[in-house]
């Protein structure tokens, strides 16, 4: 979580983070220098959310509580799954997903 003085706008905190990131990352591995060339490293929106009146303890309570066990239900579309036999996004072999 980020705290910010009222005279700083989130779209300026954001694109100075984006930067000085972008800066030091470039500079740090030389191999996304080369990949990223004439290109942008950070995509150009961002998300914001304010807390209101929630306390940091309930915020950093409901983050505890989450569970990620397991990267089963993580998927790329296009890419092949760990068994390597249908490619990802491939909807004609899985299972219809309810909407919601």
């Known amino acids: 979580m ?3 003085p009222p005279h700083v706008t989130i779209s300026r905190l954001i694109q100075r983070m984006k930067g000085k ?3 030091r990352l470039l500079g740090e591995f030389p191999h996304l220098r080369k990949r990223f060339w004439g290109r942008h ?3 150009r929106g961002y998300f914001c959310r304010s807390s209101g009146n929630v306390t940091d303890e309930v915020i950093k309570a409901y983050i505890a509580q989450q569970s990620h066990d397991s990267d089963d239900v993580f998927r790329i579309e296009g890419e092949t799954s760990p068994t390597g036999d249908t490619p990802l996004g491939d909807s004609s072999a899985e299972e219809p997903r309810p909407r919601l």
């Open 41 to 43: 490293v950070w995509a």
């Open 2 to 4: 980020i705290s910010i």
């Open 21 to 23: 990131s972008s800066y």
